[in-house]
């Protein structure tokens, strides 16, 4: 194996590599751009919608509790095993098809939901729906993270976390607007239009040049970089994959995913994956209605609206600090600071839910009440910027090229497995500790996640794709 020291060196004395030339955003890179806006948008649309068109549901089909939860949830059993379709896909035909096929399951999945005439169809919808989340999960950050410039990579993958979040608030947006009538029909059915658009512009992106080169196809690659970064010498740009996938070995069977050499990066991508869940985020964003419920908002209207703009529009609002920051103060700060804003503010709300617990019939929300709603934005905006964008990105540039795809398809099913225990158990974790224990867990899972991080996670901004792998090249010596 080579020196890691000469591919750095390399990389520095080569013009085009380093920023700043290279790095300015160009009409190609744009298209990019969208294709990873309308991935994350269905994959927050599609998990948050259902939440509202339940109600509906019951009403056309009189379903028993068990094809409740199993509407309910299966879209997140879909998305576990989409990701690991996803990145095989994503290795073997390339990212930009990948997309496509994850264009195309959104479209045909949210079709069959609206027509459904049985709960079978229903939930085969649900899965396919799923699906397309789960291989859009892996593919759209991928694809994002390996054709973003490098100073641009983090805001690339963030982009994907703040479409995820755009997704859930019109989800919120869309049930509340469509819950009188109860068309949960009209509800499903939406994401089939950007569905087709996500197909349509995925099938003019261009493809990763670092696919290309895994693949043995130089002059494709050359012609790919050319397109989206006229201007750019593309040959020192190809030797410094070339010099990196080299380096890896080439081998890229699902065992190499799991050799001893990447165990840092594999640990990181799925330690990452499993606290963002563990510390709390879904089982707020899922269960938001009911906490504001507990915490003393007694009518649905303003449950719908507390959750709509203090949980939804928040979330929107507090992504943007993370496109702002991430590839300028970085990974570690920004994980380290949310951490401890996320911990301090479940904290608070387990503190509040003793005084709410004490005064249940009140008529409205109670000073503790309205304390639990500041908390918990505080715990969003702190998630915003930290846990939710940041997983992505890392996840996305840890890995070496040749088991990228596959990885990351491991890290993002455990993120889905992890999200689909939460949410399960949430409510029954409730009954059996209590609602103040419960927060009291998450915050003591994100002091935990700090601690990790603080150790374990490295500073990944302004290095190449191919620069971070010396990072466990280094470790190892
Ligand atoms: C997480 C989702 C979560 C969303 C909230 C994403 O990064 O993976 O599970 O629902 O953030 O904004």
């Not at 010099?243 to 640990?267: C, D, I, K, N, Y």
Request: glycine share 10%.
């Amino acid at each position: 194996m080579d020196s890691p020291v000469s591919l750095s060196s390399a990389q520095e004395a080569l013009p085009g590599v380093k920023p700043p030339a290279g790095q300015s955003i160009t009409p190609w890179l744009i298209v990019v751009l969208v294709v990873v806006l309308f991935s994350g948008g269905l994959f927050g649309y599609d998990q948050g919608v259902i939440s509202g068109a339940l109600h509906g549901i019951k009403a056309t089909f009189a379903l028993s509790p068990l094809i409740i939860e199993v509407v309910t949830s299966w879209v997140t059993l879909g998305a576990l095993f989409g990701a690991l379709a996803g990145g095989e896909l994503a290795d073997r035909i390339g990212r930009q098809r990948t997309v496509l096929i994850a264009g195309a399951l959104f479209t045909l999945g949210s079709l069959i939901q609206a027509l459904a005439p049985d709960t079978v169809i229903l939930v085969a919808g649900r899965l396919v729906v799923g699906a397309g989340v789960g291989v859009a999960a892996v593919a759209a950050p991928l694809y994002a993270a390996e054709l973003a410039p490098t100073t641009w990579r983090g805001r690339f993958v963030s982009a994907y976390q703040l479409a995820i979040t755009v997704g859930i608030f019109l989800a919120y947006l869309i049930d509340g607007w469509l819950s009188k009538s109860d068309a949960w029909r009209w509800m499903l059915g939406a994401s089939a239009v950007p569905g087709l658009l996500l197909f349509g512009v995925a099938l003019v992106a261009p493809e990763s040049p670092r696919w290309l080169m895994k693949m043995g196809r130089r002059d494709d690659a050359a012609t790919q970089i050319t397109k989206i970064r006229p201007g750019v010498e593309f040959k020192p740009r190809l030797e410094a994959i070339e010099l990196a996938l080299q380096q890896e070995g080439g081998h890229a069977a699902w065992g190499a995913v799991f050799r001893s050499e990447w165990r840092r990066p594999l640990m990181i991508g799925i330690g990452l994956a499993v606290f963002q869940q563990i510390t709390g985020i879904n089982a707020i964003i899922y269960y938001a209605d009911q906490i504001f419920a507990a915490a003393g908002f007694m009518t649905q209207s303003s449950q719908t609206t507390v959750t709509t703009w203090a949980i939804g529009a928040v979330n929107v609002l507090a992504t943007l600090i993370a496109i702002a920051y991430i590839d300028r103060v970085g990974r570690r700060i920004l994980l380290l600071a949310g951490l401890i804003g996320m911990g301090a503010s479940l904290v608070v709300v387990g503190v509040t839910f003793q005084f709410i617990g004490r005064a249940v019939a009140s008529t409205g929300p109670s000073t503790a009440g309205i304390v639990t709603l500041i908390a918990l934005v505080g715990f969003i905006i702190s998630f915003a910027f930290s846990m939710g964008p940041v997983t992505w990105t890392v996840i996305n540039e840890i890995f070496p090229g040749h088991i990228r795809g596959r990885a990351v398809a491991v890290a993002t099913a455990v993120n889905w497995g992890s999200a689909f225990l939460v949410s399960q158990s949430f409510l029954s974790l409730i009954a059996a500790i209590g609602i103040s224990a419960t927060f009291g867990l998450f915050a003591l899972f994100c002091g935990v996640t700090w601690i990790w991080v603080y150790y374990r996670v490295p500073e990944t901004k302004g290095q190449s794709l191919e620069q971070i792998q010396q990072i466990w090249h280094k470790a190892d010596r």
